[in-house]
């Protein structure tokens, strides 16, 4: 925070702090973006996601056309395989899918989630060794839910609908908020794990220069002994 004249910082006002919040919130909750990837490459993201929430990823794919010397749409027999990896480094989605899909999973433990994905590998004659280019689309939370599918399963009025939104957008918040005090709790414990370490290595090396001192007045006075000096 930039500080005043009067050598105070700047406080936000609770207004503010609110629309900071609700635009981290909702620039957080959606990503989109392309990259490209070779025969053999693997490509891995990292989401940091609130436990129970829902995600949903689509993606297609484009091969390089050399002869236009542009990206067309991938043919059918080009596949997606698709990995998902909660902290834990436990697997929660594997799964192969087409040149064009959508995979969809529930976070059970909040944390950094490993995003994985890359091309199989019995398609490759498809390939001919050129680049593969990939949109990825990645929805966290209530962004990912359909509403205009839900108005019309529940037959709910605009209204109706634009309540459940908010109610869902403001459990998603409230999901967001637990999961920055569990990372402040797990930095708190670091940090204190770190200085109880660094307070017995202290300790220790104290120790060992008092040994070593006492040690070497006493190997001294032996020699000075021996040369019948004292």
């Known amino acids: 925070l930039p500080a005043s004249s009067g ?45 129970e929430t829902m995600i949903i990823g689509n993606y ?7 002869q236009r010397e ?16 909660d902290p834990d480094e436990k697997v929660i ?3 192969q899918y087409g040149s064009e899909g959508r995979f969809t999973f529930t976070s059970h433990t909040p944390g950094e989630h490993q995003i994985c994905l ?25 962004h990912a839910n359909n509403y205009a599918e839900i ?8 209204l109706q609908l634009r ?5 869902e957008q403001v459990d998603q918040i409230q999901k967001e908020q637990n999961y920055q005090r569990y990372r402040e709790e797990r930095f708190r414990q670091t940090s204190e794990s770190t200085n109880q370490r ?7 090396q104290t120790l060992i220069l008092v040994a070593i001192g006492i040690w070497q007045m006493r190997h001294l006075k032996s020699f000075f002994e021996a040369k019948k000096l004292v």
């Open 60 to 66: 297609r794919t484009q091969l390089y056309d050399k």
């Open 93 to 95: 989605l594997s799964r």
């Open 198 to 204: 660094v307070l017995w290595w202290s300790i220790v």
């Open 118 to 142: 890359h091309s199989n590998s019995s398609k490759f004659s498809l390939f001919a060794g050129g680049m593969l280019r990939v949109h990825l689309d990645i929805q966290v939370g209530e």
């Open 163 to 167: 309540v459940r939104q908010l109610v």
């Open 70 to 85: 542009e990206y067309l749409q991938a043919t059918q027999g080009l596949g997606m395989y698709v990995e998902v990896k």
């Open 7 to 51: 050598g105070h910082a700047d406080w936000p006002e609770p207004g503010e702090s609110l629309r900071v919040l609700l635009l981290n919130f909702l620039c957080s909750s959606v990503s989109s973006l392309y990259f490209h990837i070779g025969e053999t490459e693997k490509k891995c993201f990292i989401e940091e996601i609130p436990d």
């Open 151 to 158: 108005a019309a399963k529940d037959k709910l009025t605009e």
